[in-house]
C-alpha cells in the first residue's frame, strides 16, 4: 500500500485497494471485472494510470485503451491499442480480441485497462461484455472508468458489466472538507482551516482536479481564486464531449440567468441537451444554479473562445433576448458590457509629472493623464502668485491633457472661467486661450461665442511648431465643436501650405486629421476619406496611441455617409487601445460605429453603441456641454427597429437639452409641431447614408428643410397622445395633463378643487394603465 500514499483522497486510497484485492483474484486464476464510476475530474484517469504503473512493477502485462468521442475508434480501435500490432484485422463480434486477450493470460496475468467508457459505441460494448464473460476462471483483471452525469453517459454497458458475476464498482465521489484539509495538508504543507476547506468546496464542488488548482494558488489560510484555477476550468473544458463545450461557452456568453432555450440556440443544440449538459457540467464543479461556481471560471472560458466567435456568440444573445421581450436597450446595454467589459484594459506603468512636457507627451492611459493632472495642480497650489504666467502656463497644460481625457475636465476646470484679457502675444497666452477654447466648449462653461473668440486669438499668432501643435489642434477642435468647421479648415490649409513644416512629424499627421474632420463637418466625404488615409499613412499605429481613434472616426463616419460600408466594415477589424475608450477619440470612434451599425442593419450593436456614448458622457459629466447628438441617433435607431415610443422618448429627451436658440420654442403648441417635425424628418432619413448628416443638423438646430412628398403617411404625436388618453377616465386624464405640463400636486388639487390626496390617486391609477413609473415618463409620454 505505499503506492496508494500518492492517492489525492482517502476515496482514491479506497478504490486502489479495492484494485489491488481483485488484482489478487485474477492473479489466482479468477477473473474479475471492476468500473470505476465518478463525475468529471474525480480522479478515475489518475487511479487507473497509477494502478497500471503499480501492476507493470509487479510483471503484469497491462493492455489499455481509451474511448474517445473524436475519430472512429470504435471497436477495431479499441482492439488495435489493446493488441496492437496482434490485434485482428477483422473482427466482426469481437471473440478474435477476445481470444488473443486470454492466449496472453496463459502465460501471464493480464490487467486490461479501458478508460472514459461513456464515449463506447455498441460494439465496443459488445466487446468489452463478451470479454467479462470469458475471463472468469482466468487470470484476467477488466477494469474500466466511466464518467457520471454526462448527457452521452453509457448506462446500458455499465448496467451489462455490473451483471457479471465477481463485479466490483468502485464510486469516486465528490471531495468532502476533511478530504480537503487531508489533501492540503500532505501534498501541499497547508494547515487549512475547516471554513477555508468549506470554501473551496463551494467554488470546485469537490472536484479533485480544481480542488488541487486552488490549494496551488492558496495563500496560508487565504483561498485565492488564481491562474492555476483558470487553467483548471480549461483543463475541464477540453474533457467535455463537443456539445457539451458549446453548451458551456454557450452559457459563458449568455450568463447564468438565461433560459434553456436560449442556451440551445448559441449552442446550436435542444434544450433537452443542453440540461443534460448542465447537469453534467453541475457535478463536474463548474456550474451551479445554471451559472458558473466563480466568476473567473466564466472568464477563463470567454477568454478561450476564439474572438471571433465570442462577438457572433455576443450578438446572438443580444438578438435572442430582444426576441425573447428583453428592451431593445437591455439588451443594447447588455452587448456594449458584454463586448467592452469582459477583460479590464490593462493599465500601463504610471509616469511622474515631472516627466510631462508641456509640448505635449502622449498620454496613453487616464491613469497616468489623472496622475499629470494632479502633478499639475500641486505645482500650481505650490506657485506663489507673483508668478502668473507660470501657473496660466500649467493651467494651459493641465486643461490640454483634460481635453483628451474628458474624464478629468470637471476637476481641471472647477468653478473657474478663462481670464477676460489674455495677452495671446506670448506662447504661455496663445495656449492658455485654445486650451481653454476646447475645455471651455466640451463642458459648456463658453458660449460658442466666447469660444471662436479664445481660439482665433490663439490661432492668430499662426505658427505651427512642436511647442505650438497641441494648442492649434485643440483651437481648431474647439472650433469644429462650436459650429465653425469652415473657418478651421482655412486654418488647416494654411499651416499645412507653410514651407518650414513640409516634413512628415506626429503633430502634422493629426493637423491632416483635423483637416478630414472639417472635410466631414462641411460635407466634403471624399476629401475627409483623403484626409484621414493620409494622416493614418504618416505614422504607424505605435505612434498614433489612442488618438488614433480621431482618423479612424472620420473614416468610419465618411464612408457611412458615402454609402460604402464594406470599407467601413474593413476598417472595424483594426485593432484600438484598449484606452482608446477613456479620451474624447474613443467617443467619436463610438459614435461613428454606432452609425455604421445602423447603415448596416445592426440595430442593437448600433443602439449599444449610442447608448454608451450617452453613459460616458454622463459619467465624464459632459453631458449638457457635449454636443454629441446620441439621442437622436438613438431615436432614429428605435425607429428603424419599430419601436416608435422609445423614438419619440428619446427626441424629447433630446428637446429637453440645451439648444441652439434658433431651437428654443415659446409654446407647449411649438413644441410638439417641433417634436413632430423631428420625428417625421428622422423617418424620412432612416436607412439613407445621409442620417449622420441629418441628425448632426436637427442637433445643430439647422432649419428642418421642406418636404417634396407631403402625401406620406405620418406617426402623428397627437394620435399617439390621443390614444393613451383614452384610456383613462375624464377626471385621470385633467390631473394626467396638467401633471404632465410639471405641475404640482397641490397646484393640480387646487385648480380642479379636488384634495390632494385624490390627485395622487389619479394619478397612481394613470401609470398603472399607461404601464409608467414616475412623472418623468408620464411627461415623456404625454408633455
Given at each position: 500500500?505505499?503506492?496508494?500514499?500518492?492517492?489525492?483522497?482517502?476515496?482514491?486510497?479506497?478504490?486502489?485497494?479495492?484494485?489491488?484485492?481483485?488484482?489478487?483474484?485474477?492473479?489466482?486464476?479468477?477473473?474479475?471485472?471492476?468500473?470505476?464510476?465518478?463525475?468529471?475530474?474525480?480522479?478515475?484517469?489518475?487511479?487507473?494510470?497509477?494502478?497500471?504503473?503499480?501492476?507493470?512493477?509487479?510483471?503484469?502485462?497491462?493492455?489499455?485503451?481509451?474511448?474517445?468521442?473524436?475519430?472512429?475508434?470504435?471497436?477495431?480501435?479499441?482492439?488495435?491499442?489493446?493488441?496492437?500490432?496482434?490485434?485482428?484485422?477483422?473482427?466482426?463480434?469481437?471473440?478474435?480480441?477476445?481470444?488473443?486477450?486470454?492466449?496472453?493470460?496463459?502465460?501471464?496475468?493480464?490487467?486490461?485497462?479501458?478508460?472514459?467508457?461513456?464515449?463506447?459505441?455498441?460494439?465496443?460494448?459488445?466487446?468489452?461484455?463478451?470479454?467479462?464473460?470469458?475471463?472468469?476462471?482466468?487470470?484476467?483483471?477488466?477494469a474500466a472508468a466511466v464518467r457520471t452525469n454526462t448527457p452521452h453517459a453509457t448506462h446500458w454497458l455499465s448496467a451489462e458489466l455490473a451483471g457479471r458475476s465477481a463485479f466490483r464498482r468502485i464510486s469516486l465521489a465528490s471531495l468532502t472538507a476533511e478530504q480537503v484539509q487531508s489533501l492540503a495538508a500532505a501534498d501541499f504543507g497547508l494547515p487549512l482551516t475547516l471554513d477555508a476547506a468549506s470554501h473551496i468546496l463551494r467554488i470546485s464542488n469537490g472536484n479533485l482536479l480544481i480542488t488541487t488548482a486552488l490549494l496551488r494558488d492558496a495563500a496560508g489560510d487565504h483561498v485565492v481564486v488564481g491562474p492555476s484555477y483558470a487553467q483548471a476550468v480549461l483543463d475541464c473544458l477540453h474533457r467535455l464531449d463537443p456539445e457539451?463545450?458549446?453548451?458551456?461557452?454557450?452559457?459563458?456568453?449568455?450568463?447564468?440567468?438565461?433560459?434553456?432555450?436560449?442556451i440551445a440556440e448559441l449552442a446550436d443544440s435542444e434544450p433537452e441537451a443542453v440540461e443534460e449538459a448542465t447537469r453534467a457540467m453541475v457535478a463536474a464543479g463548474l456550474l451551479s444554479d445554471g451559472g458558473f461556481r466563480h466568476p473567473a471560471a466564466r472568464e477563463a472560458i470567454l477568454r478561450y473562445i476564439p474572438r471571433k466567435r465570442r462577438a457572433l456568440l455576443g450578438r446572438q444573445a443580444a438578438e435572442a433576448l430582444n426576441a425573447d421581450g428583453a428592451s431593445a436597450e437591455d439588451a443594447a446595454r447588455w452587448l456594449d458590457s458584454f463586448e467592452n467589459g469582459l477583460v479590464p484594459a490593462p493599465l500601463t506603468e504610471c509616469h511622474s509629472g515631472e516627466e510631462f512636457h508641456l509640448s505635449g507627451r502622449r498620454l496613453e492611459t487616464l491613469l497616468e493623464a489623472r496622475d499629470i493632472v494632479g502633478t499639475i495642480e500641486q505645482g500650481i497650489r505650490d506657485l506663489a502668485s507673483r508668478e502668473n504666467q507660470r501657473v496660466m502656463e500649467l493651467e494651459a497644460g493641465k486643461l490640454l491633457v483634460a481635453a483628451d481625457f474628458p474624464g478629468l475636465l470637471r476637476q481641471a476646470v472647477g468653478d473657474r472661467d478663462p481670464l477676460a484679457r489674455i495677452d495671446t502675444a506670448s506662447v504661455r497666452g496663445a495656449r492658455y486661450a485654445a486650451a481653454w477654447a476646447l475645455a471651455g466648449t466640451l463642458t459648456g462653461r463658453t458660449d460658442?461665442?466666447?469660444?471662436?473668440?479664445?481660439?482665433?486669438?490663439?490661432?492668430?499668432?499662426?505658427?505651427?511648431?512642436?511647442?505650438?501643435?497641441?494648442?492649434?489642434?485643440?483651437?481648431?477642435?474647439?472650433?469644429?465643436?462650436?459650429?465653425?468647421?469652415?473657418?478651421?479648415?482655412?486654418?488647416?490649409?494654411?499651416?499645412?501650405?507653410?514651407?518650414?513644416?513640409?516634413?512628415?512629424?506626429?503633430?502634422?499627421?493629426?493637423?491632416?486629421?483635423?483637416?478630414?474632420?472639417?472635410?466631414?463637418?462641411?460635407?466634403?466625404?471624399?476629401?475627409?476619406?483623403?484626409?484621414?488615409?493620409?494622416?493614418?499613412?504618416?505614422?504607424?499605429?505605435?505612434?498614433?496611441?489612442?488618438?488614433?481613434?480621431?482618423?479612424?472616426?472620420?473614416?468610419?463616419?465618411?464612408?457611412?455617409?458615402?454609402?460604402?460600408?464594406?470599407?467601413?466594415?474593413?476598417?472595424?477589424?483594426?485593432?484600438?487601445?484598449?484606452?482608446?475608450?477613456?479620451?474624447?477619440?474613443?467617443?467619436?470612434?463610438?459614435?461613428?460605429?454606432?452609425?455604421?451599425?445602423?447603415?448596416?442593419?445592426?440595430?442593437?450593436?448600433?443602439?449599444?453603441?449610442?447608448?454608451?456614448?450617452?453613459?460616458?458622457?454622463?459619467?465624464?459629466?459632459?453631458?449638457?456641454?457635449?454636443?454629441?447628438?446620441?439621442?437622436?441617433?438613438?431615436?432614429?435607431?428605435?425607429?428603424?427597429?419599430?419601436?416608435?415610443?422609445?423614438?419619440?422618448?428619446?427626441?424629447?429627451?433630446?428637446?429637453?437639452?440645451?439648444r441652439p436658440p434658433a431651437r428654443e420654442t415659446g409654446g407647449d403648441e411649438s413644441r410638439f409641431d417641433l417634436r413632430e417635425e423631428i420625428f417625421e424628418r428622422l423617418r424620412e432619413a432612416i436607412g439613407a447614408p445621409e442620417l449622420p448628416t441629418v441628425v448632426a443638423g436637427l442637433r445643430n438646430g439647422e432649419p428642418l428643410q421642406n418636404r417634396e412628398h407631403t402625401d406620406v403617411p405620418r406617426y402623428k404625436i397627437y394620435d399617439r397622445n390621443a390614444i393613451c388618453l383614452q384610456q383613462?377616465?375624464?377626471?385621470?386624464?385633467?390631473?394626467?395633463?396638467?401633471?404632465?405640463?410639471?405641475?404640482?400636486?397641490?397646484?393640480?388639487?387646487?385648480?380642479?378643487?379636488?384634495?390632494?390626496?385624490?390627485?395622487?390617486?389619479?394619478?397612481?391609477?394613470?401609470?398603472?394603465?399607461?404601464?409608467?413609473?414616475?412623472r418623468r415618463e408620464l411627461r415623456s409620454r404625454l408633455g
Open positions: 500500500m505505499g503506492d496508494a500514499a500518492t492517492m489525492a483522497s482517502t476515496q482514491s486510497t479506497f478504490g486502489w485497494k479495492v484494485l489491488h484485492d481483485v488484482l489478487a483474484d485474477a492473479g489466482a486464476g479468477y477473473g474479475r471485472t471492476a468500473l470505476v464510476t465518478g463525475p468529471m475530474a474525480a480522479g478515475k484517469t489518475a487511479l487507473l494510470n497509477d494502478f497500471a504503473e503499480y501492476a507493470t512493477r509487479q510483471g503484469i502485462r497491462v493492455l489499455k485503451a481509451n474511448c474517445s468521442p473524436f475519430g472512429n475508434t470504435g471497436a477495431p480501435g479499441i482492439s488495435r491499442q489493446l493488441l496492437g500490432e496482434h490485434a485482428p484485422a477483422v473482427d466482426p463480434d469481437g471473440s478474435a480480441t477476445v481470444l488473443g486477450i486470454t492466449r496472453l493470460a496463459r502465460s501471464t496475468t493480464v490487467l486490461v485497462l479501458v478508460d472514459d467508457l461513456q464515449h463506447a459505441d455498441r460494439a465496443t460494448g459488445r466487446l468489452l461484455t463478451r470479454l467479462s464473460g470469458e475471463i472468469a476462471d482466468r487470470p484476467v483483471l477488466l457539451t463545450r458549446e453548451t458551456a461557452e454557450a452559457i459563458a456568453v449568455a450568463g447564468g440567468s438565461s433560459s434553456p432555450r436560449l460658442a461665442r466666447r469660444t471662436m473668440s479664445l481660439a482665433n486669438q490663439a490661432l492668430e499668432r499662426g505658427i505651427f511648431t512642436d511647442e505650438a501643435a497641441p494648442a492649434v489642434l485643440a483651437a481648431l477642435r474647439a472650433q469644429i465643436h462650436s459650429g465653425s468647421p469652415q473657418q478651421a479648415r482655412g486654418w488647416c490649409d494654411r499651416f499645412l501650405a507653410d514651407d518650414q513644416n513640409r516634413d512628415t512629424t506626429p503633430w502634422r499627421a493629426q493637423l491632416t486629421a483635423v483637416r478630414a474632420e472639417t472635410a466631414l463637418a462641411v460635407g466634403d466625404h471624399a476629401a475627409a476619406v483623403a484626409d484621414a488615409e493620409q494622416a493614418l499613412s504618416q505614422l504607424p499605429p505605435h505612434q498614433w496611441g489612442v488618438r488614433v481613434g480621431g482618423p479612424l472616426a472620420t473614416l468610419l463616419l465618411a464612408h457611412t455617409l458615402a454609402g460604402t460600408p464594406a470599407d467601413a466594415t474593413a476598417l472595424l477589424r483594426r485593432r484600438v487601445p484598449a484606452s482608446l475608450y477613456e479620451t474624447r477619440y474613443g467617443l467619436c470612434y463610438l459614435y461613428a460605429r454606432g452609425h455604421h451599425h445602423l447603415a448596416s442593419g445592426e440595430h442593437l450593436p448600433a443602439l449599444a453603441d449610442f447608448l454608451r456614448c450617452g453613459r460616458v458622457l454622463d459619467n465624464w459629466g459632459l453631458d449638457h456641454g457635449w454636443r454629441i447628438p446620441w439621442r437622436l441617433s438613438a431615436a432614429a435607431t428605435h425607429m428603424a427597429m419599430g419601436d416608435y415610443s422609445k423614438s419619440v422618448e428619446y427626441i424629447v429627451q433630446a428637446l429637453d437639452r440645451p383613462l377616465s375624464p377626471s385621470e386624464r385633467r390631473v394626467a395633463v396638467l401633471a404632465a405640463k410639471g405641475i404640482s400636486n397641490q397646484m393640480i388639487a387646487r385648480e380642479l378643487s379636488v384634495t390632494v390626496s385624490t390627485v395622487e390617486q389619479h394619478l397612481t391609477r394613470t401609470y398603472r394603465k399607461l404601464q409608467l413609473t414616475d
